[in-house]
């Protein structure tokens, strides 16, 4: 399911799924994979790894961002932009759980890189995230959060997200969902 602005027009080119960039509207697009629609689930289990190719066309670079959310917490990097921006924030209130950490290079447009995350919940009330996304120097970035599950919310949703009222296209590829990794 889509959601986000009315006059944008989520497509497939080359195996890629495209969220296109440059409009007026709402800043945030969202894909979105609900548990419920899922043969026999209304949620995601306790453990859950989701993985994609990401990347951007150049245009305007590094005033977008693009990511993966599981739950309510959307994992992003803004490509193009210096030190890449990596943060954790909630869907809808864009409230961070951090601030933006530099991932010691800068995610270059036009090539795609690979996010990784993890989120499992734990016994004390608190959901983990691990985040693991490729460099060109084959050293990834790794960071991880613990966060309460009332700002995580229940693992019901898995979405692929651009965010940015101005630069290029997104596009996401090599989708995975591991159930209980």
């Not at 909630?90 to 995350?117: D, R, S, W």
């Not at 960071?143 to 009222?165: K, P, V, Y």
Request: glycine share 10%.
């Amino acid at each position: 399911m889509y959601e986000g602005a009315k006059d944008v027009k989520p497509f497939i080119e080359n195996g890629q799924l495209v969220i296109p960039g440059n409009r007026q509207g709402d800043a945030d697009q969202r894909m979105i994979l609900h548990a419920n629609t899922w043969p026999a689930a209304k949620e995601l289990p306790k453990q859950i790894s989701v993985s994609c190719l990401v990347g951007s066309t150049g245009e305007r670079a590094g005033t977008y961002h693009l990511g993966i959310t599981i739950g309510k917490i959307k994992t992003l990097i803004h490509p193009g932009y210096r030190g890449g921006g990596f943060r954790f924030e909630q869907i809808g209130t864009h409230m961070k759980f951090t601030e933006n950490i530099n991932m010691g290079y800068t995610p270059a447009p036009n090539k795609l890189h690979c996010i990784k995350v993890t989120a499992q919940h734990m016994k004390n009330s608190k959901v983990q995230l691990k985040a693991v996304v490729s460099s060109p120097n084959n050293k990834p970035f790794e960071t991880s959060i613990e966060l309460d599950q009332e700002d995580t919310g229940e693992f019901n949703q898995i979405s692929l997200d651009r965010s940015g009222r101005s630069g290029g296209n997104v596009y996401f590829d090599d989708f995975r969902v591991q159930l209980n990794p």
